[in-house]
């Protein structure tokens, strides 16, 4: 049985390193994409991890593979199209201003009959995020994958991470975000998210909001200031791991990765009988992966191995 299933983007990170000696802007392609991000962050933390998306037949997309499969995340779900990999790009102007936008391809165009459903109903958790959901295809594999999950007993997580370039107007991002929370068991919001979803800056009030949705387990990723969880009622907060940022790319998927390979350990019913001490040291390990993550430059290049975090 895998432990854990992701479904979504990966993609390429092209980010401005700096010019050259002709003032030409140089750019490094880095892997990048949240959901897949997940899964090498657990797997390094040695969970059996897989990942569901689809790249390009171009050599970004034999790339990714390549990084995803040495990071020993199980690519049966992975598919190729004739369009290119998906890239996210981000550019600096001459005065420092950093420009991002996404040139959508591959990760796009996941069909739901391409999902492979006896993947997922042999997983203790299927995750996804919601850049999926801003797609026509990829929107609907996504919640068909998340349904399946649903049905088949396998516990979901969801993180609606906000990327406002990628939707038409604040208000299609919100009701898209909002649709999947009656699949979720786990849910994972930022600070900034948290409003979005929930109408409210407030983490007991926003995570009552959510619990009312039906969702058992909500995290909420505060920066240095740690995390926040509501479970069964009670809340609480978890403190952050004092750290000389270099770079918080993926810090927030790191966390995520860590928490699911945790729960997973449990057994095939990664959130049965889950006690309140127990899931505190859980989110202490997540927050001690993530400091680690952000002590290093990178995303998946700068994720923690198992012995680095214990």
Avoid at 179 to 201: F, R
Wanted: aromatic share 6%.
């Amino acid at each position: 049985m895998m432990d854990i299933t992701t479904i979504g983007e990966v993609l390429i990170d092209l980010t401005q390193t700096g010019v050259n000696e002709q003032q030409v802007p140089v750019f490094a392609a880095n892997p990048g994409g949240a959901p897949a991000n997940v899964a090498v962050a657990a797997a390094r933390l040695e969970a059996k991890t897989a990942f569901i998306g689809k790249v390009g037949r171009d050599g970004f997309g034999t790339y990714l593979a390549d990084v995803l499969k040495e990071n020993r995340v199980d690519l049966s779900g992975l598919r190729t199209d004739e369009a290119p990999t998906t890239m996210a790009v981000v550019a600096v102007a001459p005065g420092g201003e950093r420009s991002f936008r996404f040139v959508r391809g591959a990760d796009s165009h996941l069909a739901p009959e391409e999902v492979d459903t006896r993947l997922i109903e042999n997983s203790k958790v299927l995750h996804f995020g919601s850049v999926s959901l801003t797609a026509g295809n990829a929107r609907t594999s996504t919640l068909f994958a998340a349904r399946q999950a649903r049905q088949s007993g396998v516990v979901v997580s969801y993180d609606p991470n906000y990327r406002q370039v990628l939707w038409s107007s604040q208000e299609e991002a919100v009701q898209w975000m909002r649709t999947p929370l009656p699949l979720v068991d786990i849910i994972k919001l930022s600070d900034e998210e948290l409003p979005l979803i929930t109408g409210t800056d407030d983490p007991e009030e926003g995570s009552r909001r959510l619990a009312e949705e039906g969702i058992d387990l909500v995290l909420l990723t505060l920066g240095d200031k740690g995390a926040f969880y509501r479970w069964q009622g009670k809340t609480g907060l978890v403190a952050g791991v004092p750290t000389t940022v270099a770079d918080t790319n993926g810090a927030g998927d790191t966390f995520l990765g860590a928490v699911l390979s945790r729960l997973t350990r449990r057994g095939e019913h990664p959130l049965e009988g889950l006690e309140y001490d127990e899931l505190e040291e859980i989110l202490a390990f997540a927050n001690r992966a993530a400091s680690k993550t952000c002590s290093r430059s990178g995303a998946i290049p700068a994720m923690p191995t198992l012995a680095e975090v214990e």
